[in-house]
């Protein structure tokens, strides 16, 4: 048996992706090329890229103008390029460090569901519309799984 989720107005609940990565330039230019396709298809979508640096060197500043450039080379649209917030955290590599900090650094919205997701991870716009349904806007954070979807989301 199988069974379909109903339609949810794409209008009613923004979509923010929230991704923390470190040294990974090449699979994050996938993943730029991935998402272009579904923020032309989807406004209603953004992406929370959390960066994580050794220091403030300058080779790391490099670093961000390099990912800035890539962003615009692969999304080809200022309105694209937006739609995404690049946060770049001193230190070791840390997942969950870079989760949370993606959902309390990154620009607030009032109708907002959180998307936690790896830079190698691919989805659908079906897989949007799921977030938008399974979870709810400023409760519950929706992390790809099979259906799993945190409630009380709290970061600290």
Known sequence: MRFCLPVVASSLKH?????????QMERLSSFLQ?????MNADYHFSVVLVNFV????????DQERLIRN??????ENEDSVSRVEVISVAGPFSRGKGLNLGAKMSKQC????LFFCDIDITFTQEMLNRCRLLAEPGKS????????SFSSFKTF
């Open 54 to 61: 050794r220091s403030r060197e300058p080779d790391d500043l």
């Open 15 to 23: 979509v923010k992706l929230v991704v923390a990565y470190s040294d």
């Open 110 to 113: 009032d109708n907002c569901t």
């Open 141 to 148: 954070a929706y992390f790809p799984g099979r259906h799993l």
């Open 34 to 38: 991935f998402i272009r396709t579904l």
């Open 70 to 75: 890539m962003l615009l080379h692969h999304l």
